[in-house]
């Protein structure tokens, strides 16, 4: 296929320029770490929108239920991922609980997708642009692809993240990874796949304890680790030896401690950039993050994110010198 291809002439780049060869794998948050969106994007985006769509679609009588930024706490929504979301949404708007509306997650999430690819790429950057520093940052690391794999870990859904991306000018970066063969497909964004861990690659189940927001984005980062894994592993000379989280919510410093906690006996060094772009203040950030475990977790709090000139040296790849 298209895709197997693309893949294979990314990795065949990666053995012509590189011998033996350790590799980082970064991972990027979307929103508030990648994106910023507007005081309506919450109520009036067309991923929040998407929200309201699925639910009243699946679960309710055909109409939009009350929107996620009206209907749920910031706590539940910041830093979570859409499954969970969904779950919410369905419990606080139609009471439905859980063992009622999990079966149904698959459906809302391609009932998600189908509202957003009706959307033009003008309606899904509608309140959200790229944050400062971020397709500057994104333009360096695409032409460091022989010691940098780039890719999402997000509570987006796949399809959305894809769409997403697009739209908001990312993917034109040529930063983001091709994706494993082991992802799932999500029709008419063929061309535009990449590395990650998504919302709709995992989700708990579990609405009610709040610890589930990092938890549920833990095993994104290992998925998309794995995935990372899979597209090296028929070359012994290349090793993945880093794994880098870029977020902006506590969930995403919790999410990578936690992943760097499951690695006892493995060599993988789990790095955290933590970007105050978001809703969060760098001292909260920086707390959560607590000590450096040098070679296990080795977190970075930045002010600006990833407009910070120490942005790479933050993620460990600043010794990488850019291509022109």
Same mark, same amino acid.
């Given at each position: 296929? %298209?895709?197997m291809?693309?893949?294979w002439?990314?990795?065949? !780049?990666? !053995? !012509?320029s590189?011998g033996?060869?350790?590799?980082t794998l970064?991972?990027?948050d979307?929103d508030g770490?990648?994106v910023?969106?507007s005081?309506? *994007? %919450?109520a009036?985006?067309a991923?929040a929108k998407?929200?309201?769509? #699925?639910?009243?679609?699946?679960?309710?009588?055909?109409?939009p +239920?009350? =929107?996620? *930024?009206e209907?749920? $706490?910031?706590h539940l929504?910041?830093g979570?991922?859409?499954?969970?979301?969904?779950?919410r949404l369905?419990k606080a708007?139609?009471?439905?609980?859980?063992?009622?509306?999990? /079966?149904k997650?698959?459906e809302?999430?391609?009932?998600m997708?189908?509202?957003?690819?009706?959307?033009?790429?003008e309606?899904?950057?509608?309140?959200?642009? $790229?944050? $400062?520093?971020?397709l500057?940052?994104?333009?360096k690391?695409?032409?460091m692809n022989d010691e940098?794999?780039c890719g999402l870990?997000t509570g987006?859904v796949?399809?959305?993240a894809?769409l997403k991306?697009r *739209?908001?000018?990312? @993917?034109?970066t040529?930063a983001?990874?091709p =994706?494993s *063969?082991k992802?799932k497909?999500w029709p008419g964004?063929?061309?535009?796949?990449?590395?990650?861990?998504?919302g709709?690659d995992?989700c708990?189940g579990?609405?009610?304890?709040i610890a589930?927001?990092h938890l549920?984005r833990g095993e994104?980062?290992a998925?998309?680790?794995e995935?990372?894994? #899979?597209l090296l592993?028929?070359? =012994?000379?290349?090793?993945?030896e880093r794994?880098?989280h +870029?977020?902006d919510? /506590? #969930?995403?410093v !919790?999410?990578?401690k936690?992943f760097?906690?499951?690695?006892e006996?493995?060599?993988l060094c789990?790095g955290?950039?933590?970007v105050?772009?978001g809703?969060y203040?760098?001292?909260e950030?920086?707390e959560? #993050?607590?000590?450096s475990?040098p070679g296990? @977790?080795? /977190? +970075? +709090?930045?002010e600006?994110g990833?407009?910070? /000139?120490k942005f790479?040296?933050?993620?460990g790849?600043?010794h990488v010198i850019?291509?022109?």
């Amino acid at each position: 296929s %298209a895709i197997m291809s693309i893949q294979w002439r990314f990795v065949g !780049l990666l !053995l !012509l320029s590189v011998g033996a060869s350790a590799f980082t794998l970064i991972t990027f948050d979307v929103d508030g770490t990648l994106v910023k969106g507007s005081g309506q *994007a %919450a109520a009036e985006s067309a991923h929040a929108k998407a929200f309201s769509h #699925a639910v009243g679609t699946v679960l309710g009588d055909g109409k939009p +239920v009350t =929107p996620v *930024a009206e209907a749920l $706490p910031v706590h539940l929504y910041h830093g979570s991922t859409d499954g969970l979301i969904l779950l919410r949404l369905a419990k606080a708007t139609l009471g439905v609980d859980v063992d009622e509306s999990y /079966p149904k997650l698959e459906e809302m999430f391609q009932c998600m997708f189908d509202y957003m690819s009706s959307c033009s790429d003008e309606e899904i950057a509608n309140h959200i642009t $790229p944050l $400062p520093g971020v397709l500057d940052q994104l333009e360096k690391l695409s032409q460091m692809n022989d010691e940098v794999m780039c890719g999402l870990v997000t509570g987006n859904v796949e399809g959305i993240a894809r769409l997403k991306m697009r *739209a908001v000018g990312v @993917w034109d970066t040529q930063a983001l990874s091709p =994706p494993s *063969a082991k992802m799932k497909t999500w029709p008419g964004t063929e061309d535009i796949s990449f590395l990650g861990g998504f919302g709709s690659d995992f989700c708990s189940g579990n609405i009610k304890d709040i610890a589930r927001n990092h938890l549920d984005r833990g095993e994104q980062i290992a998925i998309a680790t794995e995935r990372c894994q #899979a597209l090296l592993q028929d070359e =012994p000379t290349i090793q993945l030896e880093r794994v880098v989280h +870029v977020g902006d919510a /506590p #969930a995403d410093v !919790l999410a990578a401690k936690t992943f760097s906690e499951t690695l006892e006996g493995d060599n993988l060094c789990v790095g955290m950039v933590a970007v105050a772009t978001g809703s969060y203040s760098a001292e909260e950030l920086k707390e959560l #993050a607590g000590e450096s475990i040098p070679g296990k @977790w080795e /977190p +970075v +709090v930045l002010e600006d994110g990833m407009n910070d /000139p120490k942005f790479l040296a933050a993620c460990g790849v600043s010794h990488v010198i850019a291509r022109e």
